[in-house]
């Protein structure tokens, strides 16, 4: 199975801030890793796909980075809507074999 | 509006089965796979397998094999999970998610409300 490994678990913001989210993994995902929102009570929401690629709707303030095995979430300024927790997941083969992140709640 | 809509909470004893329905709207259900994901406080995201309702192929994490049947009914654009011999580690939210359709591999652009599943004897 690929590891997907989030860092850091939890991130102390506040509005205005940029804020960084990594997330690597194991071995090779290629550029097959999203980035997920999810609010308390709610399911995920896409945000990312293909590691750099915003979803339609999504506020351009997110953006998206990767290099080799690591990949990068950044939102620009942070917002109130903003807090929240992040999960990466790659995606990289046709099989459900997929894995997510444990995760990262920005918080005040 | 492009929704999955999933059937309500679950209790269940250990040993039991369960059956979550998820009613796709506003997209052509055949064309598009659907997967099933769950969140549990011991295991975080997991995607237990995913089907394709056009011809039914289904496919399925190795983790899961044996325990999940994944079924679709194109007449009532209706995915379903089937969870068989449910313990309590198996307590959590599930989702019903639609895979995305760009050339080469794909992300999970529409999710479900998400089944609530306590299992307890």
């Known amino acids: 199975d690929i590891q997907m490994t989030q860092s850091p678990s939890t991130l102390s913001a506040s509005v205005g801030d940029r804020v960084t989210i990594t997330c690597r993994a194991s071995?090779?995902?290629?550029?097959?890793l999203a980035w997920y929102q999810q609010k308390p009570g709610h399911a995920p929401k896409l945000l990312i796909y293909?590691?750099?690629n915003l979803e339609v709707g999504v506020p351009s303030r997110f953006s998206g980075y990767r290099s080799g095995t690591e990949f990068n979430l950044t939102i620009s300024s942070l917002q109130p809507d903003d807090f929240a927790t992040y999960y990466c997941?790659?995606?990289?083969?046709?099989?459900?074999?997929?894995?997510f992140g444990q995760g990262t709640k920005v918080e005040f | 509006e492009v929704q999955l809509v999933q059937s309500g909470a679950e209790m269940k004893k250990p040993g039991e089965s369960l059956r979550i329905s998820c009613e796709a709207s506003?997209?052509?259900?055949?064309?598009?796979?659907i997967a099933w994901v769950r969140q549990t406080p011991g295991k975080g995201l997991e995607c237990l397998g995913l089907?394709?309702?056009?011809?039914?192929?289904?496919r399925y994490s190795p983790s899961f094999l044996g325990q999940v049947t994944i079924a679709a009914d194109k007449s009532v654009s209706t995915a379903y999970l089937q969870l068989d011999n449910v313990g309590a580690s198996d307590s959590g939210v599930y989702y019903c998610?639609?895979?995305?359709?760009?050339?080469?591999?794909?992300?999970?652009?529409?999710w479900g409300q998400g089944t609530l599943v306590s299992v307890s004897s």
């Open positions: 506003g997209y052509s259900f055949n064309t598009y796979w």
């Open positions: 089907i394709y309702p056009g011809d039914s192929d289904a």
């Open positions: 997941q790659q995606y990289n083969s046709y099989s459900p074999e997929w894995t």
């Open positions: 293909k590691a750099s």
């Open positions: 071995q090779s995902v290629n550029s097959w």
């Open positions: 998610a639609r895979r995305a359709m760009r050339p080469g591999y794909n992300a999970l652009d529409i």
